[in-house]
């Protein structure tokens, strides 16, 4: 059993910092990406910033430069500093991450946290 438990989030104004970070517990073999996704109101899930073994880490083109991924491997937890936050940032947060476990064999499956909402406003 693979769970991926996030903290954070919350009320913060423009211009204002935020942390995000989320834990991956359970027996697995071996995490293969770490991600953050997000869906404001009325759009799409859109990807905020992705970790892969062997790949640069990737952010999504809204939130270059201002948001930073960054990774724990011995502690299973990665982290999302948001930095100058505006208000077009508002969504629900969600942490991913693509994992190796055994059931009858080594399988690679998509885990999902139940997401974080962050709403920025003054």
């Known amino acids: 059993q693979v769970r991926l438990v996030e903290s954070g989030g919350g009320l913060v104004q423009p211009g204002g910092s935020l942390p995000l970070s989320c834990t991956a517990s359970?027996?697995?073999?071996?995490?293969?990406?770490m991600a953050w996704f997000r869906q404001a109101p009325g759009k799409e899930r859109e990807l905020v910033a992705s970790?892969?073994?062997?790949?640069?880490?990737k952010y999504g083109d809204d939130v270059k430069g201002r948001f930073t991924l960054s990774v724990d491997k011995d502690k299973r937890t990665w982290f999302l500093q948001m930095g100058d936050l505006k208000p077009e940032d508002t969504a629900v947060y969600y942490c991913?991450?693509?994992?190796?476990?055994?059931?009858?064999?080594?399988?690679?499956?998509?885990?999902w946290g139940q997401g974080t909402q962050v709403i920025v406003s003054s």
């Open positions: 359970g027996n697995m073999y071996e995490i293969k990406k």
């Open positions: 991913n991450a693509l994992i190796s476990v055994w059931v009858v064999g080594l399988e690679l499956d998509d885990y």
């Open positions: 970790d892969m073994y062997g790949s640069p880490t």
